[in-house]
């Protein structure tokens, strides 16, 4: 009988679901001050980066965080307009390779585990990035 109790109990533990966090990717990620610091972390460490920071050197890092923070913010969903070239213009003429934009994956995952940011909100940002890779590699 304990036995038949625990397992109805059990039962009405997993007939409801955990309730699901519908904030958007922005504010689970915390808002503009975590999105700032973790572009900040991500710029430093792009330019620091042998594989890629060649294509850094003539860079303002101070215009490319503002322009990197109003772009994360608007594909996580903060509301934020972001009034830079689209990726594509910006990225032509760099001849881009696979290779290079694995570099910048890489960063950007590593980024994000130093901040200790979440497994399910790193998996939407890397594909947030994953799905500009068309406008920005091989042009």
């Known amino acids: 009988m304990r036995s038949l109790a625990l397992a109805l109990a059990l039962a009405a533990c997993h007939s409801h679901p ?6 958007t990717l922005f504010e689970r990620l915390g808002g503009q001050p975590a999105i700032n610091a973790v572009v900040h972390e991500f710029v430093v460490t792009t330019k ?24 994360v913010c608007s ?10 070239k689209t990726m ?17 994956m890489d960063d950007l995952q590593q980024v994000l585990a130093k901040v200790k940011v979440p497994a399910r909100e ?13 406008e920005v590699v091989g042009h």
């Open 88 to 104: 594509l213009a910006a990225h032509t003429g760099m001849k881009l390779s696979d290779a290079d934009f694995a570099a910048f």
């Open 122 to 134: 790193t998996k939407e940002v890397l594909d947030a990035f994953n799905g500009l890779k068309p």
């Open 18 to 23: 955990a309730p699901t966090d519908n904030r």
């Open 75 to 84: 594909i996580t969903g903060g509301g934020c307009t972001y009034k830079g």
């Open 48 to 71: 620091a980066d042998s594989r890629i920071s060649q294509f850094f050197l003539n860079t303002d890092p101070v215009k490319l965080e503002a322009a990197m923070d109003d772009h």
